[in-house]
């Protein structure tokens, strides 16, 4: 198996992964949402993923459990996209816009990664003013990664318009995902900002899969 391979089978064992573990996490979470303590377990709709990473959940439990698996999904994740950013660039000509593109949608991930390695390490409940700012980045920095390879796949010979047009409506909903985390945090609006981060998730385990399946089937 070639090099290209591995960092795209990485990236799909990295998305499993997190799937699993946030789910496991979501079972063992102590309780309590921001706005009602007194909920059981975890509210999908009223609890966001960094809920499962704090240390003391809103009901006052300890959430060591779900905090752990919360920071295995996210550094999983975080190194586990790595490779895929950098082979990703090089099924391009070297040269061309799309290369170019590639190369800085890249490095926006890069950024993106160190922004959700730093979310492990900044709990909400002890640190969230930079945990919030991380998470910020990290959102900020995929919507601009997802632009640049939305660029990178027009009209590119690898790839049939369909990608490009797959990329282009994941930009936009990072872009509604990445505005109703900020809008929510700005008037205190918990659903808008918990669906928001929902939204931002499922899009990507969509449209990544979607895209690496594509370039596992052009490797000879």
Request: with cysteine; charged share 10%.
């Amino acid at each position: 198996m070639n090099l290209n391979k591995k960092a795209y089978l990485l990236e799909i064992l990295s998305i499993v992964v997190f799937i699993v573990l946030i789910l496991i996490a979501m079972f063992t979470y102590g309780g309590g949402t921001k706005f009602d303590s007194t909920i059981t377990g975890y509210s999908f709709w009223g609890n966001t993923f960094s809920d499962l990473g704090r240390t003391i959940s809103y009901s006052g439990n300890v959430n060591i459990i779900s905090m752990v698996l919360f920071s295995i999904a996210y550094l999983g994740i975080t190194f586990g996209f790595l490779p895929f950013y950098y082979v990703f660039p090089r099924v391009f000509k070297n040269g061309t816009i799309q290369m170019k593109c590639a190369k800085l949608g890249s490095i926006f991930g890069y950024i993106s990664s160190i922004g959700f390695f730093g979310v492990v390490l900044t709990p909400a409940d002890l640190l969230r003013p930079p945990h919030m700012i991380l998470a910020i980045i990290a959102y900020a920095c995929i919507f601009f990664m997802s632009l640049f390879y939305s660029v990178s796949l027009l009209k590119s010979s690898e790839f049939s318009n369909s990608y490009f047009y797959l990329f282009v409506v994941f930009s936009i909903l990072f872009f509604i995902t990445l505005m109703m985390q900020l809008v929510g945090d700005l008037i205190a609006n918990r659903i808008m900002a918990v669906i928001g981060q929902k939204i931002g998730r499922i899009a990507i385990f969509i449209t990544y899969p979607i895209l690496t399946y594509k370039l596992w089937k052009l490797e000879k």
